[in-house]
């Protein structure tokens, strides 16, 4: 059964895409204007190496502008005890999204934050890919790590207006977010452990998923 996100006032980073043209045959984006009517963000499944049963849940901004994931056991490394699946880590958040009648939405940006220790030599990355269930259409990003760094870590995805993959109007569809870490070795000392989290001290970190609208036709 698919887990009820509570609608909460979260913390987040809040944004819309606002007076910005869509190519003629798209409706037009919303300036800085969700729809009053609460979404409601049906988690249907979450999968992966890097959020067992339990540590990744959702929540919703009560203005309908954001949504936020929040990870506490995903971690990638490389080294003298660890295992040779320890060097990538992915989770799969498939999520069942009930808007208002008459709007759609797409993922404008996203935040991830968490922590990297690699060694001279070693290299880390993190990639997310976002698309809708039965649809050709995939937005992929890629973010590359270098050591030596021993230090938190940020990154940000922007879709540009033109490249923003809309949830069909009319259809049911729902969204995925397939994120992954991975850590290499690369030239570093091999009794040396390199890592790469998407966590944190206090047990957790959010991702922040920020939302556009427009109108369905």
Request: aromatic fraction near 8%.
């Amino acid at each position: 059964m698919a887990l009820r996100a509570s609608i909460l006032t979260a913390g987040v980073l809040l944004a819309t895409l606002a007076g910005t043209a869509l190519p003629a045959q798209a409706a037009t984006v919303l300036p800085a204007n969700p729809p009053a009517d609460h979404i409601v963000i049906d988690v249907a499944s979450v999968n992966g190496s890097g959020c067992p049963t339990g540590t990744a849940a959702v929540t919703v901004a009560d203005d309908n502008t954001a949504f936020t994931v929040t990870y506490s056991d995903y971690l990638a490394q490389v080294g003298p005890n660890s295992l040779p699946t320890d060097l990538r880590k992915n989770c799969q958040v498939n999520l069942d999204v009930h808007v208002p009648q008459g709007f759609t939405y797409a993922i404008a940006s996203a935040d991830y934050r968490g922590f990297a220790h690699l060694e001279p030599g070693a290299s880390a990355l993190q990639r997310a890919n976002y698309y809708f269930q039965g649809s050709p259409q995939t937005v992929t990003s890629t973010h590359r790590f270098q050591g030596p760094l021993d230090d938190n870590w940020q990154a940000t995805d922007s879709v540009g207006v033109a490249a923003l993959v809309w949830a069909p109007c009319g259809e049911k569809r729902n969204f995925n977010i397939n994120t992954e870490l991975r850590v290499a070795a690369g030239t570093s000392n091999r009794n040396a452990t390199s890592f790469m989290t998407m966590d944190s001290t206090d047990g957790g970190i959010n991702t922040i998923y920020q939302l556009a609208w427009k109108t369905c036709p």
